[in-house]
């Protein structure tokens, strides 16, 4: 009956392509995020937190299961990377959307070099997935390790429609990276002509938040 149940909230319909039984349960625990006391008096696994990897391998029926038990969206893997990072990094929306059906996921955790789950989105270029992030609360100004935010990123990949919607957001375009690079800077190394460095140009004038002297954004004086 336990395996029958933990099959179930897995996901897992008989093609898994693990020919060896002890071998493929291991791996449906761990995919499953089992920690040890589901309350199945004839099991001792259990499901508490959903695993990075259900969703790495995207196990849509694995992860709603989980989300509908309420467990822990926020468990991490050895780079202190949760659902989110992967569903970002995948383009996975449906996955993403789902996750915030259950308890609230830490939409601003940073992994070992510090990129959150809206930094990855938008350095993949993924328009969609980077605005559900935004309105779902992500920090549109965190940086990287190295000082990188997620408006120099749009600009490094030359995407005007990550830039617009990142200003939408409010994004900064006066921070600065660890070589003292401002996003107009990635934009103009990228393109010189390009349509980024006139966007960035555009929105300091209209908004009298810096002014470009010398190809640098920079903020007036006083």
Same mark, same amino acid.
């Given at each position: 009956?336990?395996l $029958? !149940?933990? %099959? @179930?909230v /897995? *996901?897992?319909t &008989? +093609?898994?392509?693990w020919s060896?039984? =002890? #071998?493929?349960? $291991? !791996?449906l %625990? @761990?995919? /499953? *995020?089992?920690? &040890? +006391? ?5 099991? =001792? #696994?259990?499901?508490?937190?959903v695993?990075?990897? /259900?969703?790495?391998?995207k196990?849509?029926?694995?992860v709603?299961?989980? #989300?509908?038990a ?13 659902c ?13 959307l789902?996750l915030?059906?259950?308890a609230?996921?830490?939409?601003n ?10 930094w ?5 270029e ?5 605005r ?6 992500a920090d549109?100004n ?21 830039v617009?919607?990142?200003l939408e957001f409010?994004a900064?375009t006066e ?5 003292d690079?401002?996003?107009y ?12 460095g006139?966007?960035l ?7 009298g ?10 903020v007036?004086a006083?």
């Open positions: 009956m336990w $029958e !149940r933990l %099959v @179930n /897995a *996901g897992v &008989g +093609q898994c392509g060896d039984w =002890s #071998v493929w349960l $291991e !791996r %625990v @761990n995919v /499953a *995020g089992a920690t &040890g +006391q589901c309350g199945w008096s004839d099991c =001792s #696994v259990s499901i508490t937190s695993s990075p990897q /259900a969703v790495r391998y196990h849509k029926s694995c709603s299961a989980l #989300v509908e309420r467990a822990n969206p926020n468990s991490v893997d050895t780079n202190d990377e949760t989110l990072h992967y569903a970002a990094r995948a383009d996975q929306l449906d996955i993403l789902l915030f059906r259950g609230r996921p830490a939409v955790r940073q992994n070992k070099r510090g990129e959150t789950p809206l990855l989105a938008v350095s993949c993924y328009l969609d997935i980077a559900e992030l935004l309105k779902l609360g549109v965190l940086a990287d390790e190295s000082g990188r935010t997620p408006l120099m990123m749009a600009c490094s990949a030359d995407s005007r429609e990550l617009y919607l990142l409010q900064d921070l600065r990276d660890d070589h690079w401002m996003a800077d990635y934009a103009v190394n990228v393109n010189q002509e390009g349509a980024c006139k966007i140009a555009e929105h300091c004038a209209r908004t938040t810096g002014s470009i002297v010398q190809g640098r954004v920079v007036p006083g």
